[in-house]
């Protein structure tokens, strides 16, 4: 099978009710990033970040997947898919998709701020102050914060690198490392970005730009590539 990598940004989720950040009325209007997501955050008012990531936690919980994530799911009975995303939400798991790398980390999950290797998942929406690890160490968000290493960088490289087909959604591009990702994919490849307004800083010369929101782009792009298949 052929294979071929999804790299996804907020704006897949968008359809489903989950803000973006960078679009007006986007989440980094309404707080500052330096108050939620930075370490420094965390030391300076970590009752403030963890109620940051609890409502956005609760909006998860309210949501569901939509037809973009459903198509990238569709997509596997004919590819090798490999869903690479910088979205913390797990839209793409309950859409049906095996394989998702989380660059920027995952909401549904908290880890030991004394001990990053003890991870936990979140039940219900809600983490105090308070709650703690096995090891009495305080519960954080499992979330890649500005100024953290983003450790599965290198794992997604290699996935980029291996691609047979690339397609980028819902993605501004402004968040670097993960934005580089798309120069390690062949020159040789179909590239595509699926994005209703799309960042156009990035040199695009081989990536066909699809103008669409992901609800309707994705669909599309799947019943096109699946019918080349057959061809
Ligand atoms: P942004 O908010 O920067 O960009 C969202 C993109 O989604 C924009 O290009 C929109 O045009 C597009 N968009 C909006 N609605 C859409 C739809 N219905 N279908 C398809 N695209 C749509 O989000 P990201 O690029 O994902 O990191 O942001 C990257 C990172 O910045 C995030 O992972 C997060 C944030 O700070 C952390 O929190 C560490």
């Known amino acids: 099978m052929k294979r071929l990598v999804v790299f996804t940004g907020a704006g897949i989720s968008a359809e489903s009710g989950i803000k973006t950040f960078r679009d007006s009325n986007g989440l980094w209007e ?6 939620v997501a930075t370490p420094q955050a965390w030391v300076k008012n970590p009752a403030l970040v963890q109620e940051f990531y609890n409502q956005r936690r609760k909006n998860l919980l309210e949501a569901k997947p939509n037809a973009g994530h459903q198509a ?3 997509l596997q009975k004919y590819f090798n898919v490999q869903v690479i995303t910088q979205n913390v939400d797990d839209l793409h798991e309950r859409a049906g998709s095996q394989n998702v790398l989380h660059l920027h980390g995952e909401l549904m999950k908290v880890r030991s701020s004394g001990y990053p290797e003890l991870i936990y998942s979140v039940k219900g929406w809600e983490v105090k102050m308070g709650d703690l690890c096995e090891k009495g160490s305080q519960l ?7 100024g953290e290493m983003v450790p599965e960088m290198d794992n997604a490289i290699e996935l980029v ?8 959604v819902g993605t501004s591009l402004n968040v670097y490392p993960a934005a580089n990702l798309l120069d390690y994919a062949s020159a040789e490849i179909s590239k595509f970005y699926v994005d209703p307004n799309p960042d156009l800083v990035y040199n695009f010369a081989d990536i066909k ?6 609800g309707i782009g994705l669909p599309d792009l799947a019943d096109k590539l699946i019918k080349e298949l057959f061809n």
Do not use: G, M, T
């Open 140 to 146: 954080r968000p499992h979330i890649v914060w500005f």
């Open 209 to 214: 730009v699809i103008k669409q929101k992901a």
């Open 72 to 74: 990238i799911a569709e």
């Open 30 to 35: 309404e707080h500052k990033i330096e108050d």
């Open 161 to 168: 690198q291996q691609a047979d087909i690339f397609i980028v």
